[in-house]
């Protein structure tokens, strides 16, 4: 039989990230890399997907041996005192606010009202919220987050670049009616798998995500999960990259 390990995950529509269907199913991009590290390394793993703050008490209580995702930088008061051990980045991500393609590079002046879903910290605009040059527009969930935008009730809204594209294009049918600005403060960080108890698991991840690298950038252009991160057009779906990359090549071009 093999070892088996319990996964605690988020259960949270964070598409293309990862998702639970219906029946408490576990899918998306997260998924598909941990099957795979489980189906190279002998493992199995189940996946136990709780409420987005039950998910740290859980790992820390031993309920669960491993969390995803996970982040050294999250949670520090909650983690005081326990050794945590992370995985190597898994993906990279990018917090930011999206704006109506109007609004875009007006700065932060113009960000009088900032939606964001309940328990989200808005990094990088405490201080405005602080001082009160920034109102925060709290949502119940991402739909009502983008709603709450789309009806002009807010400036902006802060949250993933990627997942918050990817429900305007996909879910919302909405595509380009908010858009990401760089120009505002934002947030560049990754996810990884942590664990309080398995240190030698999360070494053979940490060997697994050298050794299938290939496979890996594979999952991640399918599920488009770093989409022009490194590019002017992030969060934008890489077909759209590709025809305003071609555009710009035409208007080079004598």
């Not at 326990?82 to 190597?88: A, V």
């Not at 950038?217 to 488009?224: F, L």
Request: proline residues 6%; glycine residues 6%; without cysteine.
């Amino acid at each position: 039989m093999a070892q088996t390990y319990v996964v605690g995950v988020e259960n949270l529509a964070f598409a293309p990230h990862y998702s639970t269907d219906a029946q408490g199913n576990y899918q998306g991009f997260a998924r598909e890399v941990l099957d795979l590290f489980a189906s190279t390394s002998g493992i199995t793993l189940e996946y136990r997907p709780l409420p987005v703050d039950a998910l740290l008490p859980a790992l820390l209580s031993d309920q669960v041996d491993l969390k995803f995702p996970d982040n050294p930088n999250w949670a520090p008061e909650q983690k005081a005192g326990k050794t945590l051990r992370y995985s190597q980045p898994v993906t990279e991500y990018v917090d930011g606010v999206l704006v109506a393609p109007e609004r875009l590079g007006q700065g932060v002046g113009a960000l009088k009202r900032l939606a964001l879903v309940d328990g989200w910290t808005p990094r990088g605009y405490e201080r405005l919220v602080q001082a009160g040059q920034i109102a925060l527009a709290p949502s119940a969930d991402l739909k009502q987050m983008i709603h709450t935008a789309l009806k002009k009730q807010a400036d902006g809204v802060y949250f993933n670049v990627v997942v918050a594209t990817f429900y305007l294009d996909n879910i919302r049918a909405k595509p380009g009616a908010l858009v990401f600005d760089p120009s505002l403060p934002h947030t560049r960080s990754a996810f990884h798998l942590s664990t309080l108890k398995h240190a030698e698991l999360i070494e053979r991840f940490d060997r697994f995500l050298v050794d299938h690298t290939r496979e890996l950038v594979a999952i991640k252009a399918k599920y488009g999960v770093e989409a022009s991160l490194d590019s002017e057009h992030l969060g934008v779906e890489q077909w759209k990259v590709d025809f305003l990359e071609r555009q710009k090549a035409k208007q080079k071009s004598p």
